[in-house]
């Protein structure tokens, strides 16, 4: 029986978890120290996923008005493909959906076939493109949009 992965928000005593799933996953990774402003800002959505009393993945974003970006989403490599990252992701979306329904934007490497599948099947669109927004290596970035809740009093 697979363990029951529970997302609980994120602390900065998270930090240094969460920046090993980071350099472990990303080629341009955060510092812990800019992991943990990110978290201690009053603006961010930060949540983990623990699994056997462990951090097996986080989610990062913004949320201002009725606008988020999802900066940073990661499970740890031994964990992927069961439902981690989708948890995490619709975690997320459930709590702007709490806050009024926010359009989220996200930017995600034009190769990472993973996470735009998941992006996807959770209502994302490519928008757009950022020409080599990445580096090491260097790759274009595909922007994603969510459409959020229509405004109170919208026609
Ligand atoms: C992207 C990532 C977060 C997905 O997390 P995960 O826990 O493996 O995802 P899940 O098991 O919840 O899968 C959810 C959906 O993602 C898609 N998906 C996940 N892995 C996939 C793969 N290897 N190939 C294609 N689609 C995949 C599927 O659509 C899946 O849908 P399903 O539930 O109908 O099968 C994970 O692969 C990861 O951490 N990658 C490295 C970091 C990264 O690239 N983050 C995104 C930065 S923008």
């Known amino acids: 029986m697979t363990a029951e992965v529970r997302v609980r928000p994120a602390t900065t005593a998270d930090g240094p978890a969460i920046h090993a799933l980071e350099t472990a996953s990303f080629s341009d990774p955060w510092t812990l120290e800019s992991i943990r402003s990110m978290i201690a800002q009053p603006l961010a959505l930060a949540t983990v996923a623990e699994q056997e009393g462990r951090i097996v993945g986080y989610c990062i974003a913004w949320a ?3 606008e ?3 900066v940073n989403l990661c499970v740890a490599s031994a964990r992927r493909g069961a439902g981690v990252g989708g948890r995490l992701l619709d975690d997320l979306l459930a709590t702007l959906g709490d806050r009024g329904g926010a359009t989220v934007f996200l930017e995600v490497r034009d190769s990472n076939e993973a996470a735009q599948a998941l992006y996807r099947g959770r209502g994302f ?3 757009g493109r950022r ?4 580096r090491h290596p260097a790759e274009d970035a595909v922007i994603m949009r969510r459409a959020g809740a229509p405004s109170p009093g919208a026609d």
């Open 64 to 66: 201002i008005g009725r």
């Open 68 to 70: 988020a970006e999802l």
């Open 125 to 127: 669109l490519a928008t």
């Open 131 to 134: 020409k080599a927004y990445y």
